[in-house]
């Protein structure tokens, strides 16, 4: 071909950008779930006005693009092009006189522009970003402290006091059958205050912006005091008025600064912060610049990988091309990862740690550019020749493959269910990897820098893999089932088995039948599996970014029932004894009014049995009597007859229980908030075995109506589809969490309604 045209450059682009696209914008949706999802337990509980929630919407998305945007380039340059090589296009045009720098002029380009919307991200969006979170966290804060309490949950927030009521007015702010605890360290005083109403008042009697005033009615006030005899003080308070610190003050105080850490600056601010360290904070702080700079080239590097790898190897499709990309991305970024660990160590320097994956990337991209085509085919020669050797006893008795025909009812579904399954296994092990790598990035800033570091990080991922499969299972089965029916259309097999005479409904029925089995495998694997691994990767995650202190989340545990309040601690790893369920457990016993403390009960230790709380050695019970004497009895070994667990009183995620433990928790809760999240939680897990069915039912009929349409219109009516039934779901489930639907319509609402779309598109498709 003479001279230099465009057209096949564009050409090659065209084959490119639906895969980047469709790339960048799943990856981006599923990362900002992710990420999401850390500020949950912020949201939890408390009355956040809309528009800080959109707020933190949006300050997540920078981080998020600018992670899956290079990404997205790696993954569309190889896939792209891997299918233009599978189908012989790249040889025809090779052929025709067309060379490289014709083939990759306009991908080089796209990379430039990528890696200038990157670095402006980088530069700009991030820090802002991180402003906006912190602010949003330090408001949300705020409104947290200045709501009312909810009924059936303990409130801790208000420094000094402890605040539990049986019910009352949300809207009203007012409260009804009050339980407050207030510590005295400095007198050794324990206070526990009772009253049949009340409500918390701010800034009107006192110009303080930090103090603030309770006010109860009809109180009753237990005064405990500690020394070498116990004694006890009781008295009735028409109207009680106690004035707490909320911390208010210094919250504003710091809402009102601009920049709190390094992650909120910009490159030349954070470049000065880092000059005025010393240390690990400065070497952190020029890890942080040079990331910035390494991420906004790394579109520009990925690309050029992309097509180094691709147009140097003699296979071709796009199964090759993922499994490239999957290499290639994890191989970047741990040498990502091993720079930034080499520099904190002080083994090479900062600069040449952040340079270190576009040293060896950039020396992979010249070596592969200056030599010839490399022929895998020929290298996996060996392979054949040894498999020769090896005898075949299939040939005397039955293949595995023939048994497994034989196991379904014939070739046809055979094919249909290993290849759904192949794509389905590739997509989820695709997006679980990249997922890994994202997370890891994440936290790798704190587990370098502690010791076995590295072990805690390899730990937590490890677990982790539970949790990622549960969120990306429905992303997998969706796009699996398109890529198998759009390609088997393509090629015409669907086609060619309706003219042998078989119906598509028969085409359809091996798929159904595989995602109801795929479904009760989901749902068993989500009880017995992801709920224990969920408890350890939360536990783990917490001590990498405490930088490996044990974080004793089990203090000052708070449950209660008819007549009692239970305070306790849980036990951690550094217990002796094993055996003990609760670590300094208090019991405080009252009346049938709920206002008279008619006992107390202290244990160093104690075991939860049916029917009871064992207590430890050690044990004793102060019994109050009317009059207010009081008197202590011990107690060592003694069964405290109760049938309510306390232990079922803590609060947990829904993630970490099972149906069963869902159930019980939504029974012995007396919060309507709480009640919400975990019937949501309990409906969402209830739904697991259908999500397959339910998902193929829609998407199998639709993708075989994508058959004959070009790439583009097909990944773009996908990517509708499944933005569509993610965001319905998502948004259906939020409504059922904030209280404006049931939990049974919020979960169950949406796959009704796909179903029926599924139903009518079955009913439509051409037979």
Not at 740 to 767: D, E, H, K, Q, Y
Request: proline share 3%.
């Amino acid at each position: 071909m003479r001279g230099f045209s465009f057209l096949i450059s564009r050409y090659v682009l065209a084959a490119i950008l639906p895969y980047f696209f469709l790339t960048w914008i799943i990856l981006s949706v599923i990362f900002f779930v992710q990420q999401a999802g850390r500020f949950s337990e912020l949201l939890f509980g408390t009355s956040i006005p809309g528009s800080l929630v959109w707020q933190l919407a949006i300050a997540l998305v920078p981080n998020v693009i600018a992670f899956t945007c290079p990404i997205a380039a790696l993954v569309g340059v190889i896939i792209g092009i891997s299918r233009i090589q599978g189908d012989r296009e790249l040889v025809a045009m090779r052929a025709a006189g067309v060379g490289n720098l014709q083939i990759s002029v306009f991908i080089v380009l796209l990379g430039i522009i990528l890696s200038l919307f990157a670095f402006y991200v980088n530069l700009r969006g991030v820090p802002f970003a991180a402003q906006i979170v912190r602010q949003v966290a330090i408001q949300a804060a705020i409104l947290k402290l200045e709501s009312p309490v909810e009924p059936g949950v303990f409130n801790t927030e208000i420094e000094g006091f402890t605040v539990y009521v049986k019910g009352g007015d949300l809207e009203a702010g007012t409260w009804q059958k009050i339980f407050i605890h207030q510590d005295d360290k400095e007198n050794s005083q324990v206070r526990l205050i009772t009253a049949e109403s009340g409500r918390i008042g701010y800034g009107q009697e006192n110009e303080e912006a930090d103090r603030s005033e309770i006010v109860l009615n009809d109180a009753t006030v237990t005064t405990l005091s500690e020394g070498t005899q116990t004694k006890v003080a009781s008295e009735t308070v028409e109207l009680l008025r106690l004035s707490v610190e909320t911390r208010r003050g210094e919250l504003i105080e710091r809402l009102a600064k601009t920049r709190e850490s390094p992650e909120e600056l910009g490159l030349s601010e954070l470049a000065e912060y880092a000059k005025t360290q010393e240390g690990l904070e400065q070497t952190e702080a020029w890890l942080l610049w040079q990331r910035r700079i390494i991420l906004s080239i790394t579109p520009l590097i990925f690309v050029l990988l992309g097509l180094a790898l691709v147009t140097k190897f003699n296979r071709g499709g796009r199964g090759f091309g993922a499994l490239l990309s999957v290499v290639s991305l994890v191989f970047y970024y741990l040498m990502t990862l091993l720079g930034e660990q080499l520099a904190r160590t002080g083994s090479i320097s900062v600069t040449t740690g952040g340079l270190l994956p576009i040293m060896v990337s950039g020396f992979v991209i010249v070596w592969l550019f200056s030599t010839r085509r490399l022929f895998i085919s020929r290298g996996l020669n060996w392979l054949k020749t040894f498999r020769k050797l090896i005898p075949d006893g299939t040939r005397k008795g039955r293949s595995t493959k023939s048994s497994l025909i034989d196991l379904t009812t014939g070739i046809l579904d055979f094919d249909l269910i290993t290849t759904l399954l192949r794509n389905y296994v590739a997509v989820v092990v695709f997006l679980t990897i990249v997922y890994l790598i994202f997370t890891a990035f994440e936290l790798w800033k704190f587990a370098g820098t502690i010791e076995n570091g590295v072990l805690l990080l390899a730990a937590y991922l490890f677990f982790l893999i539970p949790f990622i499969y549960t969120q990306l299972a429905p992303t997998g089965l969706m796009i699996a089932t398109i890529a198998t029916y759009v390609i088997k259309s393509r090629q015409n097999e669907i086609v060619t088995w309706t003219a042998a005479g078989r119906s598509i409904y028969r085409l359809l029925a091996p798929c159904f039948i595989l995602m109801a089995i795929i479904g009760v495998l989901n749902f068993g694997f989500q009880e017995v599996v992801a709920t224990g691994a969920n408890r350890m990767q939360d536990s783990l995650r917490d001590r990498i970014r405490s930088r490996n202190r044990i974080v004793d989340s089990g203090s000052n545990l708070w449950a209660s029932n008819e007549n009692r309040i239970f305070r306790f601690n849980l036990p951690n790893a550094s217990d002796n004894n094993n055996d003990v369920d609760l670590r300094e457990l208090v019991v405080y016993e009252f009346g049938l009014d709920d206002k008279r403390l008619e006992a107390v009960y202290k244990a160093p230790g104690a075991i939860w049995r049916r029917g009871g709380i064992l207590l430890s050695e050690g044990a004793e019970k102060l019994e109050i009597s009317k009059t207010g004497q009081a008197k202590k009895v011990p107690l060592s070994g003694f069964l405290l007859r109760e049938d309510y667990n306390p232990l079922r009183g803590v609060v947990t995620k829904p993630s970490h229980l099972n149906v069963f433990e869902t159930r019980q928790k939504i029974a012995n809760s007396i919060s309507a908030t709480e009640q919400r999240l975990y019937e949501v939680s309990l409906q969402k897990k209830y739904s697991i075995p259908f999500l397959p069915f339910v998902i193929t039912l829609f998407t199998a009929p639709f993708a075989l109506t994508l058959g004959r349409k070009g790439n583009v219109v097909t990944i773009a009516y996908a990517v509708a589809l499944w933005l569509a039934f993610m965001g319905t779901v998502s948004v259906f489930e939020q409504f059922g969490t904030g209280g404006m639907l049931s939990p049974v319509l919020a979960i169950w609402s949406p796959l009704l309604v796909f179903a029926t779309i599924g139903m009518i598109l079955v009913s439509r498709v051409r037979t």
